[in-house]
Protein backbone atom coordinates (compact mmCIF):
# COMPACT_ATOMS: atom_id res chain seq x y z
CA UNK A 1 0.00 0.00 0.00
CA UNK A 2 2.86 2.90 0.86
CA UNK A 3 4.77 1.94 -2.57
CA UNK A 4 0.92 2.83 -4.03
CA UNK A 5 0.88 5.82 -2.71
CA UNK A 6 4.55 7.34 -3.22
CA UNK A 7 4.19 6.15 -6.58
CA UNK A 8 1.09 8.23 -6.99
CA UNK A 9 2.46 11.26 -4.85
CA UNK A 10 5.39 10.67 -7.94
CA UNK A 11 3.25 10.80 -10.69
CA UNK A 12 1.03 13.95 -9.46
CA UNK A 13 4.32 15.93 -8.99
CA UNK A 14 3.86 16.74 -13.17
CA UNK A 15 0.46 18.02 -12.57
CA UNK A 16 2.08 20.59 -10.48
CA UNK A 17 5.12 21.75 -11.74
CA UNK A 18 2.69 22.38 -14.85
CA UNK A 19 0.51 24.60 -12.55
CA UNK A 20 3.26 26.16 -10.79
CA UNK A 21 4.62 27.00 -14.95
CA UNK A 22 0.83 28.14 -16.12
CA UNK A 23 0.38 30.68 -12.62
CA UNK A 24 3.94 31.91 -13.16
CA UNK A 25 3.04 32.64 -17.00
CA UNK A 26 -0.06 34.03 -15.74
CA UNK A 27 -2.26 31.67 -17.52
CA UNK A 28 -5.20 30.47 -15.70
CA UNK A 29 -7.39 27.35 -15.14
CA UNK A 30 -10.71 27.22 -14.14
CA UNK A 31 -11.60 24.84 -11.37
CA UNK A 32 -13.60 22.91 -13.61
CA UNK A 33 -10.91 22.30 -16.07
CA UNK A 34 -8.64 21.14 -12.96
CA UNK A 35 -11.51 18.74 -12.26
CA UNK A 36 -11.25 17.56 -15.60
CA UNK A 37 -7.23 17.18 -15.64
CA UNK A 38 -7.62 15.50 -12.68
CA UNK A 39 -9.96 13.30 -13.79
CA UNK A 40 -8.50 11.95 -17.12
CA UNK A 41 -5.38 11.66 -15.02
CA UNK A 42 -6.99 8.82 -13.04
CA UNK A 43 -8.74 6.96 -15.84
CA UNK A 44 -5.31 6.83 -17.51
CA UNK A 45 -3.80 5.24 -14.32
CA UNK A 46 -7.28 3.42 -13.76
CA UNK A 47 -7.02 1.70 -17.55
CA UNK A 48 -3.43 0.24 -17.26
CA UNK A 49 -3.78 -0.96 -13.25
CA UNK A 50 -6.83 -2.77 -15.23
CA UNK A 51 -4.82 -4.22 -18.28
CA UNK A 52 -2.61 -5.61 -15.31
CA UNK A 53 -5.40 -6.63 -13.41
CA UNK A 54 -6.57 -8.72 -16.47
CA UNK A 55 -3.03 -9.60 -17.80
CA UNK A 56 -2.65 -10.98 -14.19
CA UNK A 57 -5.23 -13.80 -15.52
CA UNK A 58 -3.18 -15.16 -17.99
CA UNK A 59 0.25 -14.37 -16.57
CA UNK A 60 1.90 -15.47 -13.88
CA UNK A 61 2.91 -13.06 -10.93
CA UNK A 62 6.63 -13.24 -11.06
CA UNK A 63 6.63 -12.80 -14.85
CA UNK A 64 3.55 -9.98 -14.20
CA UNK A 65 5.55 -8.39 -11.58
CA UNK A 66 8.75 -7.96 -13.79
CA UNK A 67 6.98 -6.41 -16.48
CA UNK A 68 5.56 -4.33 -13.79
CA UNK A 69 9.02 -3.44 -12.95
CA UNK A 70 10.39 -2.74 -16.80
CA UNK A 71 8.00 -0.56 -17.33
CA UNK A 72 8.13 1.61 -14.05
CA UNK A 73 12.30 1.31 -14.94
CA UNK A 74 11.40 3.08 -18.14
CA UNK A 75 9.36 5.78 -16.72
CA UNK A 76 11.84 6.53 -14.60
CA UNK A 77 14.42 6.54 -17.09
CA UNK A 78 12.30 9.00 -19.18
CA UNK A 79 12.00 11.30 -16.49
CA UNK A 80 15.66 11.63 -16.01
CA UNK A 81 16.14 12.49 -19.48
CA UNK A 82 13.03 14.49 -20.34
CA UNK A 83 14.56 17.12 -21.14
CA UNK A 84 16.27 15.82 -24.01
CA UNK A 85 13.23 13.78 -25.59
CA UNK A 86 11.05 17.15 -24.88
CA UNK A 87 13.83 18.80 -27.27
CA UNK A 88 12.62 16.37 -29.95
CA UNK A 89 9.41 16.64 -29.99
CA UNK A 90 9.53 20.39 -29.86
CA UNK A 91 10.71 20.28 -33.55
CA UNK A 92 7.77 18.39 -34.42
CA UNK A 93 4.46 20.12 -36.57
CA UNK A 94 1.61 18.16 -34.16
CA UNK A 95 -0.30 20.50 -31.22
CA UNK A 96 -0.14 17.95 -29.06
CA UNK A 97 3.90 16.90 -29.55
CA UNK A 98 4.59 20.26 -29.28
CA UNK A 99 2.59 20.64 -25.82
CA UNK A 100 4.37 18.07 -24.64
CA UNK A 101 7.42 19.47 -25.31
CA UNK A 102 6.52 23.24 -24.01
CA UNK A 103 2.90 22.60 -21.63
CA UNK A 104 2.22 26.35 -21.54
CA UNK A 105 1.48 26.15 -25.68
CA UNK A 106 -1.60 24.31 -24.19
CA UNK A 107 -3.08 28.04 -24.12
CA UNK A 108 -3.50 27.99 -28.05
CA UNK A 109 -5.45 30.92 -28.20
CA UNK A 110 -3.33 32.99 -26.23
CA UNK A 111 -6.12 34.72 -23.85
CA UNK A 112 -4.26 33.49 -20.86
CA UNK A 113 -6.73 31.15 -19.62
CA UNK A 114 -7.07 27.51 -20.57
CA UNK A 115 -10.44 26.75 -22.31
CA UNK A 116 -12.14 23.42 -22.83
CA UNK A 117 -10.03 22.07 -25.44
CA UNK A 118 -6.46 23.23 -24.44
CA UNK A 119 -7.90 21.98 -21.17
CA UNK A 120 -7.67 18.11 -22.90
CA UNK A 121 -4.75 18.50 -24.59
CA UNK A 122 -3.10 19.22 -21.18
CA UNK A 123 -4.36 17.04 -19.70
CA UNK A 124 -3.45 14.12 -22.12
CA UNK A 125 0.16 15.24 -22.41
CA UNK A 126 -0.03 14.90 -18.47
CA UNK A 127 -1.47 11.13 -18.36
CA UNK A 128 0.99 10.05 -20.27
CA UNK A 129 3.06 9.68 -16.69
CA UNK A 130 0.11 7.82 -15.24
CA UNK A 131 -0.91 5.54 -18.06
CA UNK A 132 2.25 3.67 -17.30
CA UNK A 133 2.83 4.21 -14.12
CA UNK A 134 -0.57 2.45 -13.32
CA UNK A 135 1.11 -0.70 -14.42
CA UNK A 136 3.29 -0.47 -10.82
CA UNK A 137 -0.34 0.28 -8.93
CA UNK A 138 -1.95 -2.70 -7.38
CA UNK A 139 -5.39 -1.84 -6.62
CA UNK A 140 -6.03 -5.03 -4.96
CA UNK A 141 -9.72 -4.46 -3.51
CA UNK A 142 -9.73 -0.55 -2.81
CA UNK A 143 -10.40 0.67 -6.46
CA UNK A 144 -12.89 3.26 -5.18
CA UNK A 145 -10.77 4.45 -2.67
CA UNK A 146 -7.61 4.98 -4.63
CA UNK A 147 -8.85 6.27 -7.63
CA UNK A 148 -10.73 8.97 -5.06
CA UNK A 149 -7.41 9.47 -2.98
CA UNK A 150 -5.75 9.46 -6.77
CA UNK A 151 -8.39 12.15 -7.93
CA UNK A 152 -8.21 14.26 -4.54
CA UNK A 153 -4.17 14.28 -4.59
CA UNK A 154 -4.57 16.04 -8.34
CA UNK A 155 -6.80 18.75 -7.91
CA UNK A 156 -4.71 19.33 -4.72
CA UNK A 157 -1.04 19.36 -6.51
CA UNK A 158 -2.73 21.58 -9.31
CA UNK A 159 -3.97 23.78 -6.86
CA UNK A 160 -1.28 23.87 -4.73
CA UNK A 161 1.13 24.64 -7.80
CA UNK A 162 -0.94 27.63 -9.03
CA UNK A 163 -0.96 29.16 -5.34
CA UNK A 164 2.73 28.78 -5.21
CA UNK A 165 2.80 30.21 -8.78
CA UNK A 166 1.06 32.91 -7.79
CA UNK A 167 3.24 34.08 -4.86
CA UNK A 168 7.00 32.92 -7.04
CA UNK A 169 8.38 34.88 -10.10
CA UNK A 170 11.02 32.21 -10.90
CA UNK A 171 10.97 28.45 -11.11
CA UNK A 172 12.97 26.65 -8.83
CA UNK A 173 16.79 26.32 -10.37
CA UNK A 174 16.50 22.37 -10.27
CA UNK A 175 14.76 20.30 -12.28
CA UNK A 176 12.38 17.95 -10.20
CA UNK A 177 12.11 15.29 -13.39
CA UNK A 178 15.27 14.00 -12.67
CA UNK A 179 14.70 13.32 -8.98
CA UNK A 180 11.24 11.64 -9.41
CA UNK A 181 12.74 9.78 -12.26
CA UNK A 182 15.44 8.45 -9.91
CA UNK A 183 13.19 7.64 -7.41
CA UNK A 184 10.64 5.53 -9.87
CA UNK A 185 13.96 3.89 -10.71
CA UNK A 186 14.18 3.18 -6.96
CA UNK A 187 10.35 2.16 -6.47
CA UNK A 188 10.74 -0.16 -9.23
CA UNK A 189 13.46 -2.02 -8.34
CA UNK A 190 11.93 -2.22 -4.06
CA UNK A 191 8.95 -3.66 -5.78
CA UNK A 192 10.71 -6.21 -7.50
CA UNK A 193 12.47 -7.44 -4.85
CA UNK A 194 9.57 -7.35 -2.63
Do not use: H, P, W
Not at 58 to 63: A, L, M
Amino acid sequence: MFSNVFLIILLSIDSFMVSVVFSINKIKIKFIYITLISLINVLSILFSSIITSFLSMFISFKTLKFICFIILFLLGLYNIFQDCIKNLFSKSNIRLFQIFSDETLADIDKSYNLELKESIFLAFVLSFDSLFGGFGINFVNNYILLVLFIFLLNILFISIGINLGNKISNIISFKTSYITGILIIILSIINLLT
